[in-house]
């Protein structure tokens, strides 16, 4: 069955929820604590899903925008840290409660904007799945994923349950499964042959990507033929390695391959967050 859409909307209002209700209970010290993005505390963590939140607002509602120059993935990648650097490096003066006052503020308006957009619409691309339009729910589902996992990393420095049920990561382990057939899009193979992946845990499934005449294919379930390559990990792995938040090396001892080993060990090269 190839993959359905990932539909969000409805989980936004949650997700906000859960973090500003997150933020209200940091003490003074938790919000100094440092988080699995390197050299960011919780507080700049905080001021990243902000800017997100701005962002957000400025373009998709207002039409603002700033123009810059990009030609390739490197530049589209160092523009973004750039641009996280100097909106950090910015708001270094913003109280934690103003911090929460503001998110408090911006959050409702994009889940409003949000709730505008026409998810099967096309949009613009989204780059780790590949340089063509995509449509507009895609762009919503990797909009989920960017505050669903660094909410995950406030909540884990602070020692707080990581919201790992199926409703809210189900989407999330969906939604990276995009990268899957970009990632092996330089790799050939007969027409029909596939390569399965499968996250296991509650949030977790099967996918697998079959070999068209000119492109790989994401599906969901079990391929009907042999795979050439098998990829096994568990929920946990799957959202910290997909997410840049994981050292390969220890993500390939978590996980079980199968087959062409140099096949398999190339899931390991996917990325489904750019920065």
Partial sequence: ??????????????????????????????????????????????????GDDVGMLSS?????????????????????????????????????RLIVDFLSLTGPQVCEVF??????????????????PAPVWLDLAREYTERWHHQQHIREAVGLPLLTQPRYLGPVLATFMFAFPYTYRDVKAEPGSAISLTIGGPAGNRWFIQREEDAWLLHQGKPEVKPLAEITLD????????????????????????????????????????A
């Fill in 1 to 50: 069955m190839k993959q359905s859409p990932v539909l969000v909307n409805p989980l936004f209002p949650e997700l906000l929820q859960h973090l500003l209700e997150t933020l209200r209970g940091l003490s003074p010290a938790d919000w100094l604590k440092p988080t699995a993005c390197a050299g960011w505390r919780v507080r700049e963590v905080a001021l990243h899903l902000l």
């Fill in 60 to 96: 998709r509602r207002d039409g603002y925008s700033v123009q810059t120059q990009i030609d390739s993935w490197e530049s589209l990648v160092d523009f973004i840290n750039l641009s996280n650097r100097n909106w950090i490096d910015g708001l270094q003066r913003i109280s934690p």
């Fill in 115 to 132: 709730d505008q957009l026409d998810p099967y619409a096309i949009g613009g691309p989204v780059n780790w799945a590949g340089p063509e």
């Fill in 235 to 274: 929920q946990d792995t799957a959202w910290r390695l997909f997410s840049n938040g994981l050292d390969r090396e220890i993500a390939r001892q978590r996980m079980i391959f199968e087959g062409d080993m140099t096949l398999a060990h190339k899931a390991l090269e996917m990325v489904s967050i750019l």
